[in-house]
């Protein structure tokens, strides 16, 4: 993390390019212009956005992602989760601010644009690091279904307003009556089409005898034959002319260069959507980065990143987009059908400029309900309920944060549930961390190793405590330390020595540090010692000018083994006490590879 | 912690109570209640409120917490920095609910009361560990300069308003041509004889002769003497009448019975106070608790203690008073005064209930310079610039909690320059573990031993990866992990295994475990192999049902020597590198005491 940021990772590839990198670079943007066509359109109108946006949203971003980006595959544009955050920012504003979704949409993408941008170049992408797991787990499922359960508006036909499910499911419950019958039958159509083509299809066209590769891009191209087929029979049958909804016209042009919308209310009223969706879409991003990276023996940077996603951003808030990042669905794609550099998401944008300008006019009979259908496959795959169980078996905390992040997101809306989450992952961690394992050693006979008393058959003494405290030490816990070893000297009338064994002590902030001189000076005035052992070297540096290590009144001894047998010898003669009634932990303690 | 809650500590030394333990108690009781009494007048109009209801908090109360205090010492009452929150509290209420400023008080006191009872039923004392020590130091330090600037106003006989130091201090300029100078001479001539007392009374009394205790003591005694002469002399030369503010009526009676006012409106808009001013008052009390019950080998109860102080504040709310805690002055004097038991807080109750009936007309002439006086001199005892040289030599992030809280108090107020610190510390605390120190390690030669290679000179393969993680794994800082490992196996060709040493791992979340898994897999695809060694009891006990340790595509090793002897055998025959030059840390790190 500490190297200088590589300001254009392209001089290193644009260096060694060659024709047949060339060649490779081609085939997959032709492959990944075919799919993105519908799905740009799609992510678009589930933005609340006209479709053109999405468009437009992929080619400049992919222009400048080319140049600034570290991974060699990835490709960006409007992804579903984004897109979903961005019709709930602008849907929450005020309705005076709401009158331009198209400009709030730049607004965003510039804001979201300029905070990634300032954290790659102070290099704070660790910030992405508090979103957990488990936070992320339960808001990609959840907006999944909030999406899916959204698409019924296409599928079905009808008026659908809301952005949580309870407001979806009312909404849909008065518009049941006026469900349009063609529209539901083409997407339902639609949809078990899709379903058929995503689970059965490459293996079927793999037992007609194709290679496996070519399989999965012939299932992977499918979709977007469906939606040629259904173009034209919509145009053939006059479907609009009947009700249905169509994508209608898509002005034909180069995306439009222009600032986003100047009113300072909506930049202020945008702030807070506009951090949660760059933290959501750079870790989305980077993930995908960091697998298709490391299949191929290579890395991305992350901060590095962050500037390349910042400025696509930019070019998406100046070129008439939306807020994108890289996406999942077409990153496979580009890596499995062979693109070698980023070369590849320059020659993609040439097709998607290529589309804007040309294709549009074919676009027009489109059904909605085939798009919409297409979004909802895309996102039924994020819905992972599975997620649930497993948390649940692993960690009770970490369940928790799953839990609330996705009732929170489901109930309440996508900032709230993903805010919800983050606070609460927060929280769990540090009430663990304020509650340190804290062993009682003793030494396992015959060894020079020191063992929980619990755990192991181990020698102690009457006169000596060895405690190990399993945490670094910091606010947080350094008051469970002086509530245990106060403890012990009420109850341990022999009791001549605390040692404290800190192997495990990664690292000791001033409120933990008093409360040692705390124990220190208290152990003193009842005429015990305090003594450390196997501190370790960034802990002692910092102790090392301190007045507590002055002050202290037992000494610091370089191993646990080291201070038993200066200050209670005896205990390498005695015999190992009763060991406790073997507990579940105690038998997987004694299982191999378990130590301590 | 995992006692259960013994609800009535005072039968433990109820049973014992003998008639020494009884004249020791009422000895006690006799020096705290003379003491007391000016200084909950004084408190009183620190708050804001009419004196007497700083008399009436100091019965009740102490009753409540006789009976449910684990601490054997400790007295009750208002204490200088809760009255300053309270006074703050009151004064930020909105015009119309702080016409009353007495009910808002007892608001105060009920929530606050049933704020720390609930905690303590619950057994969540360890809320107050998230006020680290440097938040605290820089709060009472603030704290303590907002009051002695407060108290300008008697010292100066001058109306001042503000809670903050810039409002204090533009009040005062506009005021400083109505100084009342008879009020500016008495108030000098009480802070030099209190400053003179503190410093150099104990010492001279011993020089002629008394006993260091009897001296202390006496020294102690000396301030309500000067408050007696004072009371005579301005009662005697009708300074009242003159316009120097005195007391003036101070109601005779029983501590008035009844409930706090209803107003919802009311106890929401003084709830988050409340919080603040419970925990605050708490960690106030435990540290003091915790020091003289330590002195004596004795200890007190954290969730006990919250109980107590809980009820306390309920009795306080019911009976006319305001928001109490344990104080450090008046606990320190009970017990140098030789209290044995709870029972002197009784006795000392009573000795107020008869100072509200019977003493308050002979506080009428008591000028409040005097009690102002008082004040200074004892918070200025509590401020302590020291702390931010001593948190700047020993870490950098606890110096910012302290200056942002200090800085925060003064500028903002008592509210948000807690909140800011206490936001603040738990930010660094995150952002330092979510960057852990990783080291590569290799072997000291000639043993089992393994070291940062950075550090010391040790023997390492190009075939292996042994990387330390000195930090617990969690969600902020799994991705540094994998960063780390993705970079080395992208810039070592000749790597095959790479091997954790878990020995400092206290504990993996969810968030880490697929980390793990994804660094596995990814390892796996490079053609690698992922290893664990010392991975303690309870890491091992929850991964042990993981797929991710059934798919691990390494082994998991007692020790780490037994990893490198299986994997890398050579590295056991080759030579030491050529250690780094010693830096600093190197040579701290080969001094006595420091392992690894």
Known sequence: MNRPLPALPCRAWARAYDRDTLAADTVAAAIVTILLIPQSLAYALLAGLPPQAGLYASVAPLLVYAVFGSSRVLAVGPVAVVSLMTAAAIGSLPPDLRADPQGAALVLAALSGAM??????????????????????????????????????????????????????????????????????????????LFGVRHGLAGLLQRLGLSAGSATLLARAAPVGAIGLATWASWHFGWAAGGMKVVGTVPQGLPPLGLPPGDPALWRALALPALLISVVGFVESVSVGQTLAARRRQRIEPDQELVALGGANLAAAFSGGLPVTGGFARSVVNADAGARTPAAGVFTAAGLLAASLWLTPALYHLPQAVLAATIVVAVLSLVDFGVLARTWRYSKADFAAVAATLLGTLLLGVEPGLVAGVGLSLALHLLRSSRPHIAEVGRVPGTEHFRNVQRHAVQTSERLLGLRVDESLYFANARSLEDRINDAVATRPALQHVVLQCSAVNAIDASALDSLEAIDQRLREAGLALHLSEVKGPVMDKLAGTPFLRALGGRVFLTHFQAVAALAPETLQARAGTPPAPTDAARAAAEPGVTR
């Not at 992408?125 to 899916?148: D, K, M």
């Not at 009808?158 to 949580?164: A, F, K």
Request: proline share 5%; no cysteine; hydrophobic share 55%.
């Open 116 to 193: 990634l941008l300032a954290m790659g170049l102070l290099k704070l992408g660790l910030v992405a690091n508090f979103l957990s797991h488990p936070v992320i787990s339960g808001f990609i499922t959840a907006s999944g279904l909030l999406i899916a359960a959204g698409q019924l508006k296409g599928l079905l036909g009808i008026p659908l307003d809301g952005h949580t499910l309870p407001q979806l499911l009312a909404s849909l419950a008065g518009q049941l009556g006026r469900v349009h019958g063609p529209t539901l039958a083409v997407g339902a159509a639609t949809l078990a089409f």
